[in-house]
């Protein structure tokens, strides 16, 4: 009896765990090395902005604690392209609309959030920020910070369009520019060089803006030039409203689910400062080196996406399943690996960011419970992005809801009883608890696909 020889597989698609491991590996690094840069780049950006004055440093403070969530929230919105971006890898044609509906929710998102920015000595002075802060900030850096947003989210749409179609070396070589611009812009602007006179405030505001600014459209030349929609007309129109909220349905999710993270992530510091200014020391800086360490999981995660994403389409359960397996086997090791270099080096790393030994001791006593915190991050970030693959992220935004609902509930009673170590003990708890919650979650809907 003949049997029906099975269909043809789809391009990027690898047919065994093997096979999947290595073309995943091969994503992720380059997306790892770029986000390393982009790091590199806030850091010398955030040196630069502390030789000004008190007050501009701290209204530049104020407007990137603004900037940064609501990017986040744009940016994670934006991934609910990246399945459709995936699933039209080979179409061109198919592929136009879903960049062009992406495009308009970035600008739509993006331009939300420059209001919100651009009005900040308004709602500032109601929240009632302190009055030399106020006279620093001043309009002009609020609207620069604003386009900037714009801009930014203008980028991250392309990001999301490429990592969805592999492109990952691309991202590297775009992060490397960007950073390269961003550390030669901020420098010149905000403490001037020759006939140059230093800005302050406006400076780095200006070169927020002109980075962006320009890196959009270097962005948006590659994403037309150097993927398969070279020789499509894109173009932007009106908005497909039915398209621009279907990748709104699945991105927001993402979106809210980090800021459910990062805004639990913040109690958590404000709580920890209570304790005392030695406790409120070593507890940014193992947010810092678990930041750092928790990196390849976030790359090897969104690398995932596509291959989670076109296995979906295809109606395989295994395919799916086998994306976020091969994930592990990539993202574990290197976070593993980081964590016992961090170890053996715990003394000389962590005496990097301080001269305090007090701090140093508590940050290298805390080591064992910083590497659960990052190890249970890391494990349960794959089935989560997994579930971004198959379109299903809200059920991450549930299991974050519930677990960093319950962290945020217990974090004072927590720190009064345990102190710091209390703190990450319960932080490794949630964690623990999001292992469980999205590998669950990713069990369950996946079988449907």
Not at 195 to 203: F, R, S
Not at 243 to 249: H, K, L, M, Q, T
Not at 352 to 373: G, I, K, M, Q
Not at 421 to 430: C, K, Q, R, S
Request: aromatic share 6%.
């Amino acid at each position: 009896m003949e049997t029906e020889p099975p269909p043809p597989r789809r391009a990027g698609t690898p047919a065994s765990l093997g096979g999947t491991v290595r073309e995943l590996g091969a994503k992720a690094f380059p997306l790892y090395f770029s986000m390393l840069a982009s790091m590199a780049g806030g850091m010398v950006t955030a040196g630069v902005i502390g030789n000004v004055a008190t007050a501009d440093l701290a209204a530049f403070a104020l407007l990137i604690t603004v900037f940064n969530p609501l990017l986040m929230v744009v940016q994670g919105a934006l991934r609910g392209s990246m399945p459709f971006v995936a699933e039209c890898v080979d179409d061109p044609a198919a592929l136009a609309p879903v960049v062009r509906d992406s495009t308009w929710l970035a600008l739509l998102a993006g331009a939300a959030g420059g209001v919100v920015l651009g009005l900040t000595p308004l709602w500032a002075r109601a929240i009632g920020v302190a009055a030399p802060t106020l006279a620093a900030l001043g309009v002009l850096p609020a609207a620069l910070a604003g386009l900037a947003l714009l801009a930014s989210s203008v980028k991250a749409s392309v990001t999301v369009l490429l990592v969805g179609l592999g492109r990952n070396r691309t991202v590297l070589a775009l992060s490397l520019v960007n950073t390269a611009t961003a550390v030669t812009l901020t420098p010149l602007l905000v403490l001037g060089a020759g006939p140059v006179p230093g800005l302050g405030l406006t400076g780095a505001a200006l070169a927020l803006c002109l980075d962006n600014c320009a890196m959009a459209a270097l962005y948006l030349y590659v994403s037309r030039r150097g993927t398969p929609l070279r020789g499509h007309r894109v173009g932007l129109g009106a908005p497909d409203r039915s398209g621009v909220a279907e990748i709104a349905r699945v991105g927001l999710p993402t979106g809210s689910t980090l800021l459910v993270k990062f805004g639990s992530l913040s109690l958590l510091g404000l709580v920890v400062a209570r304790i005392g200014t030695e406790e409120a020391a070593a507890h940014q800086l193992l947010a810092v080196i678990a930041g750092f360490v928790f990196i390849p999981a976030i790359a090897v995660g969104q690398s995932s996406v596509p291959f989670a994403a076109r296995a979906a389409g295809q109606g395989s359960v295994a395919g799916v399943r086998r994306a976020v397996t091969a994930g592990y086997l990539v993202a574990v090791p290197v976070v593993t690996a980081s964590l016992v270099l961090l170890w053996a080096l715990a003394g000389p790393a962590v005496g990097v960011f301080t001269p305090d030994p007090a701090v140093r001791e508590t940050v290298v006593a805390l080591l064992p419970l910083l590497s659960a915190v990052v190890v249970a991050d890391a494990a349960q970030s794959l089935p989560g992005m997994g579930l971004l693959g198959i379109r299903q992220a809200r059920y991450s935004l549930y299991t974050f809801a519930v677990c960093y609902g319950l962290l945020c509930l217990a974090a004072v009673p927590v720190a009064a009883l345990g102190g710091l170590a209390g703190v990450w003990a319960a932080y490794a708890v949630a964690n623990t608890g999001l292992v469980a919650g999205q590998a669950a979650a990713f069990h369950r809907r996946s079988a449907l696909v």
